[in-house]
Every structure is written in C-alpha cells, then in structure tokens.
C-alpha cells in the first residue's frame, strides 16, 4: 500500500494530480466490486452447497406433502396459517397446526401444536420438522418457514440432532437445529435419557 505522501510528485501538476487520483479511485472501486463479486459468489456457493447436499429424502418429501395436506384442510385467514409435521425416529408422523390469539403470549406456533401431538400419543424421538405458511388467495401455495427462537429451543430440547426443513418449496433442505442454534447449552427433554 502507497502512503498518502508519496503520492504526489513534487513536479505533479494540478492536471496530473488529478487524473491520478482519478486512477486510484477507480482501481477503489474495482476492488471493492472484486470484493462484492467474491462475496456474492462465496454466498452462492455455500447455498448451492446446502442445496445440493440437501439431505432430502422420500420421507422429508412425504411431510411436506402432508403439511401441504394439513394446511389445505386447516387453514384459517389469520387465525391458522402455519402447518406443520413432525417426522420421528421411529417412522411416525405428527401434524400440528398454528393457532392465533388475540393475547400473544396465547398464541401457538404449529411446531409446537405439533411437538404436543407427538408426546399426547407417546413418543419423544423427533427426527425431522417442518412448517409451511398457507396463503388465503391460493390454497396451492405454500411457503416452507423457519422456526422461531422459541420454537428452535423446543425442538434443541427434544432432540439436538434434529433436523429443520429450510429454504423453498422448490428448493428445500434439510438444516440441523444445532446449526440453527450454534451455542445451545441446556439439556434435552427426551425420556428416554
């Protein structure tokens, strides 16, 4: 890097000053477009990466599906919008809807309406979860959503090994609640520990 006082030669006339400094801000700019570009790549490549180590099996696919289903079937304009099924260890699957209060605090996410299901019939063993907004226009468009911090710590607590349905209907993935929640540091709730 050239210090600020070299730049300038003492026989530089105003005119040469000047389309050197011209020359120093566009090679500025190049790099700071160089930087963006390489960032944007290093973006693209890690969500192209995550895309195609997706993880997505039949079974990840089989619970969209269903939460597709479930919304189609259960959905209310601003009341219940949020779907969402729950794929256990054991092959089972939990469908919980979301459901709104006027009260917030009263208010029940549907991973968590879901999670509830499960334990109501027994099992605590929660491999893989995901959630889809329905929309009031379209009953044929969904959107996948992602958990909220509340919801993540449930699921952390069920099993940290889980496993969260991310990204698009066209493009989902499967994403670690751990991942989610990199600094996690409380116990699990399973029973069978």
């Given at each position: 890097m050239t210090h600020?006082?070299?730049?300038?030669?003492?026989?530089?006339?105003?005119?040469?000053?000047?389309?050197?400094?011209?020359r120093m801000s566009v090679g500025i700019e190049s790099v700071r477009d160089i930087i963006s570009d390489l960032d944007q790549a290093l973006y693209k490549s890690i969500n192209q990466e995550q895309i195609n180590?997706?993880?997505?099996?039949?079974?990840?696919?089989?619970?969209?599906?269903?939460?597709?289903?479930?919304?189609?079937?259960?959905?209310?304009?601003?009341?219940q919008e949020v779907a969402s099924v729950i794929l256990t260890k054991s092959g089972h699957m939990y469908s919980g809807i979301h459901f709104e209060s006027s009260q917030p605090f009263a208010t029940v996410c549907?991973?968590?309406?879901?999670?509830?299901?499960?334990?109501?019939?027994g099992h605590?063993?929660?491999?893989?979860?995901?959630a889809l907004k329905g929309f009031d226009d379209d009953k044929n468009r969904f959107e996948i959503m992602s958990p909220c911090g509340r919801c993540r710590e449930l699921i952390g607590d069920f099993n940290p090994d889980a496993h969260v349905i991310l990204g698009t209907i066209e493009k989902p993935y499967r994403m670690a609640?751990?991942?989610?929640?990199?600094?996690?540091?409380?116990?699990?709730?399973?029973?069978?520990?």
């Amino acid at each position: 890097m050239t210090h600020r006082s070299t730049l300038y030669a003492i026989n530089e006339t105003n005119e040469q000053m000047s389309e050197n400094l011209i020359r120093m801000s566009v090679g500025i700019e190049s790099v700071r477009d160089i930087i963006s570009d390489l960032d944007q790549a290093l973006y693209k490549s890690i969500n192209q990466e995550q895309i195609n180590n997706s993880g997505m099996n039949n079974d990840d696919w089989e619970i969209i599906e269903e939460a597709k289903r479930i919304s189609r079937r259960l959905h209310q304009p601003r009341l219940q919008e949020v779907a969402s099924v729950i794929l256990t260890k054991s092959g089972h699957m939990y469908s919980g809807i979301h459901f709104e209060s006027s009260q917030p605090f009263a208010t029940v996410c549907g991973e968590v309406s879901a999670i509830s299901t499960m334990v109501n019939d027994g099992h605590r063993d929660l491999a893989v979860i995901v959630a889809l907004k329905g929309f009031d226009d379209d009953k044929n468009r969904f959107e996948i959503m992602s958990p909220c911090g509340r919801c993540r710590e449930l699921i952390g607590d069920f099993n940290p090994d889980a496993h969260v349905i991310l990204g698009t209907i066209e493009k989902p993935y499967r994403m670690a609640i751990k991942d989610l929640m990199p600094l996690k540091s409380c116990p699990t709730i399973n029973a069978a520990d």
